[in-house]
């Protein structure tokens, strides 16, 4: 495929050293022609894929992290001990929507989790917005209402 963009792939990458060190064998004075004059892209591609099995073998993050992700572990503290744990945004809405969920008034989320009954209001009010107040029905699936 020509034409495909490589502009990323050049000495200034953090592979090029190790790509290039795999294509120095093989391209010799040819790899002033080789993508970003470092390395071919079989050998660019090789670098990359070593880097990323050995971020998995060492359980590196690979991406940054995510502000939507969510400790489980964290909001359990926080909820069920009443721990004063560092939550996140998400962690906290999580917490309030579980608190909530379980019949906990507002108050007594905002003593729980040691914010304000306003903050917990707030946080309430964009939960409504962002998840659907009416489960979505399953085809086929009996329903769960205990007559
Ligand atoms: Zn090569």
Request: net charge negative; proline share 5%.
């Amino acid at each position: 495929m020509s034409g495909r963009t490589v502009g990323h792939l050049s000495r200034s990458h953090p592979l090029a050293e190790v790509a290039g060190r795999h294509c120095a064998g093989h391209l010799g004075s040819l790899r002033h022609s080789a993508i970003g004059q470092v390395a071919c892209g079989e050998c660019w591609e090789r670098a990359i894929r070593d880097d990323e099995r050995v971020a998995v073998e060492f359980g590196l993050a690979t991406e940054p992290p995510d502000p939507a992700y969510i400790d489980e572990i964290a909001v359990e503290r926080a909820c069920r001990y009443g721990d004063r744990v560092t939550l996140t945004a998400a962690e906290r809405a999580e917490a309030v929507r579980r608190l909530h969920a379980g019949g906990m008034g507002v108050g007594a989320i905002g003593e729980q989790l040691a914010i304000a009954g306003t903050k917990v209001l707030d946080i309430l009010a964009g939960l409504a917005q962002a998840i659907p107040l009416v489960p979505v029905p399953v085809h086929g699936e009996p329903s769960e209402v205990a007559s």
